[in-house]
């Protein structure tokens, strides 16, 4: 069985490639999926993308969970590095992968240019030479996106992660094979992850990131949507293809979208846009013009600087004034006793982008319930002087279908696919017949 997997995975990667030579092959696929799960079992809300890989000796597939990073500068995850990959010295049930050496270009490009952004993190030092080997490896920092403290891993080639293609509507029969390089970190880096994730699935716009290692058509769009469920997946896409979630098998999702632009910012390989207004029940909140605003799937909730969290939040009071107040849960500011409704509705949060085009924020990412009797708004108060300004969080993506368009650097939002009657965990991953 995973003998033809793999066949098929060669094929199709093959097929990958020819693709650019010879212009006039059209694939059967127009995407490549990957399902989203959402993960509650630590301290915030965190997404992994289940990604199929493969241990040294080639007998066995495994499936690994990735937490989604759009602002990491590389993938890393839980392997070993091995250089004599024909001895068969590759520990059982192990990831193992060939070393980069620090003498090796790449090794000083991404210690240079494509590290995490990390002022507190001891400098990294050459590596320890492996026995046998005779090379220094290439220690790279690595911050744990849930604690935030700095670690290490080690470079390493040709990571094999196996996806699912698709045609927008289903999974075809075919696989896609991705190569990246890595860095291998040992599973202590991994014990404050959620459960069964060993890695970091770098979605950014480092040459170090995902995309980078897809072919042409496919690296061009990337397109994202977080579950806020446990029971059924989300999904992440790659490729420039029509979109289509159940019960609407006939609607491509791309029609929901409106479009802003996606804005360079020094320092990061994430992914920004500017905000100009802030409205809420047709009041606009002061920005004093466009406000660069991180988009963050690390990030629980949206975060913004306190002069304009407080104006938000008195807003928002003003215009709620009909429902209880309750005691604020860390680390809400403004809550609602919710003891005598089942659920409460609210006005939208508008964000206004590029040329008054609205990203709505409707009850459902607005207010988190936090106990039975009390729910509250779920943006958060980032400090007086937080750069950027908003970071908008992944309560605020749940539900809502996103599109990244690398090559025309702009992105795409549906607002809460709720009003649209599906969601996020309503994408068909039964296979196409
Ligand atoms: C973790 O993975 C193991 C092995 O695949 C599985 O049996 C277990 O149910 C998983 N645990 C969770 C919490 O997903
Ligand atoms: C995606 O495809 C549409 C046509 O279906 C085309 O207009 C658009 O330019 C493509 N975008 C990219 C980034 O290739
Ligand atoms: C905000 O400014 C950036 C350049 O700094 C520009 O690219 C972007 O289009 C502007 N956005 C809006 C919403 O005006
Ligand atoms: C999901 O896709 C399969 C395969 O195309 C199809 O047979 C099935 O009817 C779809 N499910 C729904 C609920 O439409």
């Given at each position: 069985m995973s003998f033809i997997i793999q066949l098929i995975v060669i094929v199709v990667a093959f097929i990958s490639h020819a693709n650019e030579a010879i212009a006039q092959f059209i694939p059967p696929y127009t995407s490549i999926v990957v399902p989203v799960s959402k993960h509650i079992d630590v301290a915030k809300p965190l997404y992994s993308a289940k990604i199929l890989t493969v241990y040294e000796d080639y007998t066995q597939y495994v499936r690994l969970n990735f937490l989604i990073d759009i602002d990491a500068p590389f993938i890393w995850h839980e392997c070993t590095l091995q250089w004599n990959t024909y001895r068969g010295s590759c520990p059982a049930n192990t990831l193992c992968n060939y070393p980069i050496s620090c003498e090796e270009y790449q090794c000083e490009d991404l210690r240079t240019t494509y590290s995490y952004d990390n002022p507190s993190c001891p400098p990294v030092n050459k590596g320890p030479t492996l026995p046998g080997w005779g090379y220094c490896t290439c220690p790279v920092k690595v911050v744990n996106?849930?604690?935030?403290?700095?670690?290490?891993?080690?470079?390493?080639?040709?990571?094999?992660?196996?996806?699912?293609?698709?045609?927008?509507?289903?999974?075809?029969?075919?696989?896609y094979g991705a190569y990246p390089n890595a860095a291998c970190a040992p599973s202590s880096s991994f014990e404050s992850f959620p459960t069964n994730v060993t890695g970091i699935m770098a979605l950014s716009t480092s040459p170090y990131a995902l995309p980078t290692y897809l072919n042409g058509p496919l690296k061009s769009i990337m397109a994202l949507c977080l579950p806020s469920t446990l029971s059924a997946p989300g999904v992440l896409f790659y490729g420039n293809s029509s979109y289509y979630l159940l019960p609407q098998s006939d609607i491509d999702i791309r029609s929901f979208l409106s479009y802003t632009s996606l804005i360079k910012h020094p320092n990061s390989f994430g992914y920004f846009i500017g905000v100009n207004a802030i409205v809420i029940k047709?009041?606009?909140?002061?920005?004093f013009g466009n406000t660069t605003t991180k988009l963050s799937t690390i990030d629980p909730y949206t975060t913004l600087r306190t002069d304009i969290y407080n104006q938000v939040v008195r807003r928002f009071s003003s215009v709620t004034k009909r429902i209880l107040p309750a005691k604020p849960v860390a680390p809400f500011g403004l809550c609602f006793d919710t003891s005598t409704k089942a659920s409460i509705k609210v006005p939208d949060i508008d964000l206004?982008?590029?040329?008054?085009?609205?990203?709505?924020?409707?009850?459902?990412?607005?207010?988190?319930?936090?106990?039975?009797?009390v729910a509250c708004l779920a943006f958060v108060d980032g400090g007086a002087t937080s750069e950027?300004?908003?970071?908008?969080?992944?309560y605020q993506f749940e539900d809502n279908f996103l599109v990244f368009d690398l090559e025309k650097s702009t992105f795409g939002f549906s607002s809460s696919l709720l009003r649209k009657k599906t969601s996020c965990a309503n994408f068909n991953f039964t296979m196409a017949s």
């Open positions: 996106p849930v604690t935030g403290s700095c670690g290490q891993a080690l470079l390493s080639y040709d990571h094999e992660y196996t996806v699912s293609t698709s045609n927008g509507r289903n999974v075809l029969s075919g696989l047709k009041r606009s909140i002061d920005l206004v982008v590029e040329d008054g085009k609205k990203w709505s924020i409707s009850t459902a990412n607005s207010i988190k319930q936090m106990t039975e009797d950027p300004a908003i970071v908008i969080g992944t």
